[in-house]
């Protein structure tokens, strides 16, 4: 799909995503962590709704070795797409499925020992050895053995000869709020504990791992020797982040942009809109946009959201619909039908970061990249080919 305008055939509402962006930010983790600790890419949920093959891929280029997914279907489709690395299944595996790991080489998450057993058998089948990485759970009450059952879940691993345990992992529950340090602090050293009975067992894994974006960055002591940032790498940091830390450095991947589909006039007086939730105070001029919250531009945005148009901010004004937006552009000088408009992300100098949006509908900033909906086209773009 390549193009030299934006203007893909159809409606030009679309999702640029900057590859070198995404490269750099990961490049700021590697430097980051040092050269000791391996930075996986996490590209679970289509990459946080960016497209996980091409992030995959130039997250690839930029050095990551493992990727993570949520579940074996997306591990299915990187390995279809050519990423021939590890990768890890942070979920776990569903019944039906193990064959698929261990026929994919896609590293399961575990945290049962029904999981164990399963794949043990579709390795043994296939004549393999499948690697897991072991899920202890310190704090989050989410995934995981608790730390109290891992003795006894440990002792029950024997049997099991396809199996090798190539990795020890916890999540943290709260690594972005200095108020729970306590609790973090906890799961630190329960961690330690954890690959202590592993060592009590004879169990060396190749990999310790812990920490997700935040905690890359408010627990430097607590990186293993690999590190699972996600958000952090689509430049997402305002409410990732712990307040304390400057994410500066991070660039945003995604921009929503779409053009200028109708211009009009209105009278001081009239409403636009559905439930007529905007009087006009003045003479205003008025554009139409084609997108909606059916593409992921959310209805609580409505009245209180902002757009970039000509480097200039203009305020949404009515209800956001399904599929159409208004925008009030009277003080746009110049504004004309097809100009190019920014929802979020970056336009020349300007930008509006996912994180405002977020916070004005009450929502993380990730669940807004994420449903950037399905008709809304990627277009990924980088310096070294152009956009594709
Ligand atoms: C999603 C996820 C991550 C990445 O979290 P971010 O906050 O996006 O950095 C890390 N680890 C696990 C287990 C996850 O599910």
Same mark, same amino acid.
């Not at 930075?39 to 990551?64: S, T």
């Given at each position: 799909m390549i193009s030299d305008?934006?203007?893909?055939?159809? @409606? &030009?509402?679309?999702? !640029?995503?900057?590859?070198?962006?995404?490269?750099?930010?990961?490049?700021q983790v590697k430097t980051s962590?040092?050269?000791?600790? $391996?930075?996986?890419?996490?590209?679970?949920?289509?990459?946080?709704?960016?497209?996980?093959?091409?992030?995959?891929? @130039? +997250?690839?280029?930029?050095?990551?070795r493992w990727f993570g997914v949520a579940m074996p279907e997306e591990g299915v489709q990187l390995r279809s797409a050519g990423i021939n690395d590890s990768i890890l299944c942070l979920a776990g595996f569903w019944q039906g499925q193990a064959q698929s790991c261990v026929k994919h080489a896609l590293v399961p998450v575990v945290y049962r020992l029904d999981m164990i057993e399963a794949l043990d058998q579709?390795?043994?089948?296939? *004549?393999?050895?499948?690697?897991?990485?072991l899920k202890v759970d310190t704090g989050m009450g989410r995934l995981g053995v608790r730390l109290d059952a891992l003795t006894e879940f440990v002792d029950r691993l024997e049997p099991f000869e396809n199996i090798r345990v190539d990795g020890l992992m916890t999540h943290?529950?709260?690594?972005?709020?200095?108020?729970? !340090?306590?609790?973090?602090?906890k799961q630190i050293r329960r961690f330690q504990s954890a690959s202590q009975t592993l060592l009590e067992h004879g169990l060396k894994p190749s990999h310790y791992h812990l920490a997700n974006s935040a905690a890359i960055y408010s627990q430097p002591g607590a990186r293993g020797n690999m590190v699972r940032? *996600?958000?952090?790498?689509? *430049?997402?940091? @305002?409410?990732?982040?712990?307040?304390?830390?400057?994410?500066?450095?991070?660039?945003? =991947?995604?921009?929503l942009r779409t053009r200028i589909t +109708?211009?009009?006039?209105?009278?001081?007086? !009239?409403?636009?809109?559905?439930?007529c939730t905007f009087e006009a105070s003045r003479e205003s001029l008025i554009a139409t946009l084609p997108i909606g919250y059916?593409?992921?531009?959310? @209805?609580? +945005?409505?009245?209180?959201?902002?757009?970039?148009?000509? *480097?200039?901010?203009? &305020?949404?004004?009515?209800?956001?619909?399904?599929? /159409?937006?208004?925008?009030?552009?009277?003080?746009?000088?110049?504004?004309?039908?097809?100009? !190019? =408009?920014? /929802?979020?992300?970056?336009?020349? $100098?300007q930008r509006v970061p996912v994180e405002d949006l977020a916070k004005i509908v009450g929502t993380l900033s990730y669940e807004i990249t994420c449903r950037v909906g399905e008709r809304v086209p990627r277009i990924y773009q980088s310096e070294g080919n152009g956009k594709t």
């Open positions: 305008s934006e203007n893909i055939d159809g @409606r &030009p509402t679309w999702a !640029e995503i900057d590859l070198d962006a995404l490269a750099s930010n990961f490049n962590v040092g050269a000791d600790v $391996q930075v996986m890419g996490v590209v679970k949920a289509n990459a946080y709704g960016h497209g996980a093959v091409e992030c995959a891929h @130039r +997250l690839r280029d930029a050095g990551a579709a390795a043994k089948d296939a *004549g393999v050895v499948a690697d897991v990485h943290f529950a709260a690594a972005d709020d200095n108020s729970c !340090e306590p609790l973090t602090d940032p *996600g958000g952090v790498l689509y *430049g997402l940091w @305002r409410d990732v982040l712990a307040p304390d830390m400057d994410g500066a450095a991070f660039k945003p =991947v995604m921009s +109708l211009l009009k006039w209105v009278r001081s007086g !009239e409403t636009i809109g559905y439930g059916d593409d992921g531009y959310m @209805r609580g +945005l409505s009245n209180r959201a902002r757009v970039i148009v000509r *480097g200039l901010y203009a &305020p949404v004004v009515g209800r956001i619909s399904m599929d /159409l937006t208004l925008v009030d552009v009277t003080n746009v000088p110049g504004v004309s039908m097809d100009d !190019e =408009v920014t /929802l979020f992300g970056v336009a020349g $100098q």
